[in-house]
């Protein structure tokens, strides 16, 4: 199976720090046989055409240096707004007529055009796919930040009309099923309900494995391919990158990582722990970087935490982080997946986090961490002062069967199974 991936950005390298999970993915599936090449906008510290460990990456040039500069900084959508939003038209195209050429590359083999969130990529691999040929399927996979943005009419109709013409919609939680469900149905129609016998569409389902659905009632039509299928797949956890589970040190400080930017949460962080006595609050490592670091530095200092700000790591050196924290926080406003949570729990640590993303399904009260409201300094200084005082530690040690649904090989089969199943619909299909 060829699969092309296509992404608003890619790592540079295995030990560069932007979108590491993305890598993971990619390596997944070229771990699993699949013949993996990436399509990405150009990066100022990258060649053309590269090798990230063993999955090939094109990068793609579409605007003025400075202009590829940002979007490869992962400032896409501060990028494009007002005139600059015209080079958002010429990144697509040429992403699309790229992605189409790796696709058609062994033109006797079926294709995948895999584009990630749904705004642009995911607008490029159905696009890509269409000029592909119709050997050639395309999937839209929908991480949070691009359902987050989809805030009027006119960005509603456009991710309607995306995913309505992908052959498969792959979220990375049920949150955000729940967001795109309504967005692929077919006028008139409804979703399979779970019914109370627990026999319904998805029922008896872990949130965090995929979830595989039939295509949308209503969808098939004789001589037409059908409607999208919908998916739950979780991002793999890179446990290569955690190294081996240590024991949680008693004197441990209060670990955070994450790009320093409002939806991270990071303040509430800060001001959860200033509401301590002053006597008792722990030390603070906020792990990454990003546009806030100054703004947090300063309310720290204010607020009197001892915080320290470590800056960008790289992918390899984040388990170190994770072996140091007596407990892990995960502040966020909100979340697609929550990468940090599964991440931490897998290198056996305690993890206090905001009930958004797919925190709920993986973290069970009182057992390996505790759960708050977004954007809540009180109710996230009591959960911080409850679990220092508990024994969450002792009970947080990672099991084999716990993470076996984000391990790389659970994350590949589950995308192969919805690549085979909707390549075959493309071969059924008679225009």
């Known amino acids: 199976m060829r699969v092309v991936l296509v992404a608003p950005g890619f790592p540079t390298s295995l030990d560069d720090h932007h979108k590491p999970f993305l890598a993971d993915h990619a390596r997944a599936l070229a771990g699993a046989g699949a013949e993996v090449t990436v399509v990405c906008p150009a990066h100022p510290d990258a060649p053309r055409r590269h090798d990230v460990g063993d999955v090939e990456v094109h990068r793609v040039r579409f605007a003025p240096r400075r202009i590829e500069a940002r979007v490869a900084r992962g400032e896409s959508y501060r990028v494009f707004a007002g005139l600059s939003a015209l080079w958002v038209i010429s990144m697509i195209a040429q992403l699309a007529l790229t992605a189409s050429r790796q696709a058609r590359r062994r033109s006797g083999d079926n294709a995948v055009i895999h584009g990630h969130w749904w705004f642009p990529c995911g607008l490029v691999a159905v696009a890509a796919a269409a000029l592909a040929g119709r050997r050639t399927?395309?999937?839209?996979?929908?991480?949070?930040?691009?359902?987050?943005?989809?805030?009027?009419?006119?960005?509603?109709?456009?991710?309607?009309q995306v995913l309505r013409c992908a052959s498969a919609v792959v979220t990375v939680s049920e949150d955000l099923r729940g967001w795109a469900s309504p967005l692929v149905q077919q006028r008139g129609r409804r979703r399979p309900r779970s019914r109370a016998d627990g026999t319904g569409a998805g029922a008896g389902r872990p949130r965090t494995q995929s979830r595989a659905l039939q295509p949308l009632p209503g969808t098939e039509r004789a001589g037409q391919r059908s409607g999208p299928v919908l998916e739950v797949v979780s991002m793999p956890v890179g446990t290569d990158r955690l190294g081996p589970a240590t024991p949680t040190p008693a004197d441990g400080p209060i670990v955070a990582l994450g790009r320093l930017m409002a939806e991270k949460g990071f303040d509430v962080l800060i001001e959860a722990v200033a509401l301590m006595e002053a006597a008792q609050?722990?030390?603070?490592?906020?792990?990454?970087?990003?546009?806030?670091?100054?703004?947090?530095?300063?309310?720290?200092?204010?607020?009197?935490?001892?915080?320290?700000?470590?800056?960008a790591v790289a992918p390899g050196e984040v388990g170190e982080w994770y072996r140091r924290a007596r407990l892990v926080c995960v502040p966020s406003r909100r979340e697609g997946f929550g990468m940090i949570t599964a991440e931490a729990l897998a290198a056996g640590r305690p993890v206090v986090a905001t009930a958004v993303g797919a925190a709920p399904s993986l973290i069970a009260g009182d057992v390996n961490g505790r759960l708050v409201p977004p954007d809540n300094a009180e109710a996230l200084s009591a959960a911080l002062t409850t679990a220092l005082r508990s024994d969450l530690a002792a009970s947080a040690a990672p099991s084999a069967a716990a993470l076996a649904p984000f391990s790389p090989e659970a994350h590949a089969a589950a995308l192969l199974k919805i690549y085979a199943g909707v390549a075959r619909a493309r071969r059924r299909f008679r225009p």
Not at 138 to 159: E, F, I, Q
């Open 137 to 160: 399927a395309s999937v839209v996979h929908v991480h949070g930040s691009d359902a987050a943005v989809t805030t009027n009419a006119v960005h509603r109709w456009l991710a309607r």
């Open 281 to 311: 609050r722990p030390e603070v490592v906020i792990v990454g970087d990003g546009p806030d670091r100054r703004l947090l530095e300063a309310l720290a200092l204010r607020r009197g935490v001892n915080a320290t700000f470590t800056g």
